[in-house]
Each structure stands twice: as C-alpha cells, then as structure tokens.
Nanobody
Framework: QVQLVESGGGFVQAGGSLRLSCAAS????????MGWFRQAPGKEREFVAA??????GTYYAVKGRFTISRDNAKNTVFLQMNSLKPEDTAVYYC?????????????????????WGQGTQVTVSS
C-alpha cells in the first residue's frame, strides 16, 4: 500500500501562483511515476502532469504554466502553478503509478495509477 497526502491548495486571484505538494509513504518501489490530475465540478478527472521518479522525465497535458518536480529524498512531488486562470479551478489529485516505462502516453491515463490522494481544492477567482 502507498499513502499519498496532498497539501498546498487554496484560494488565489487570477494571475497568481500556488504550489501543490504530495508526499508518498508506505510500500514505495524504486521505479515508479507520479502524476497530477484535476476535476472541476461536473467534469471528468483530467490529466495535468506526470514525472518518472527514475530519471525525472516529465510529461504535461499543457506545457507552460505548470511545472511538476520531485524531491527524491522525501518521496514528494510538487506542482508549481503560475498565471492561474479561473478555469484552473478544480480539485487536484496526485496519484502513484507502478508504471516506470518511457511511453509517457500511458501516464495520462487514470487507469495507469494505482493509488490516489484525497485531493486538494484550488479556487481561482477572476
């Protein structure tokens, strides 16, 4: 079992920034990936970004405003979000995947992830 604890959500005005964190604990293997998804009211959960723990390769749904990074020693993944827009308002979830390959297309699929955090709310006002 792997436990994921997210933090860093909140309320911010358009154009502002937030940094989300997600700490993983439990039975963590040496090669894995972690990702961020988000779900707005009435919409499906969508992929935001992912990172391979071994090598640090990253994959984004939309590159530019968001940056995913990791702290290996703390098994923590971050999502730096800049220039936030009202349409970024959603519950943000981190997720853990046993998939450690280099086909990043798999990491945008929810079914590739084995564990999920509880979610953290991000609200961007206009």
């Amino acid at each position: 079992q792997v436990q994921l604890v997210e933090s860093g959500g909140g309320f911010v005005q358009a154009g502002g920034s937030l940094r989300l964190s997600c700490a993983a604990s439990g039975s963590i293997v040496s090669s894995f990936a972690m990702g961020w998804f988000r779900q707005a009211p009435g919409k499906e959960r969508e992929f935001v970004a992912a990172i391979r723990w071994s090598g640090g390769g990253t994959y984004y749904a939309v590159k530019g405003r968001f940056t995913i990074s990791r702290d290996n020693a703390k098994n923590t993944v971050f999502l730096q979000m800049n220039s936030l827009k009202p349409e970024d308002t959603a519950v943000y979830y981190c997720a853990y995947s046993y998939y450690s390959g280099t086909y990043y297309g798999r990491l945008k699929e929810r079914y590739e992830y084995n564990y999920w955090g509880q979610g953290t709310q991000v609200t961007v006002s206009s």
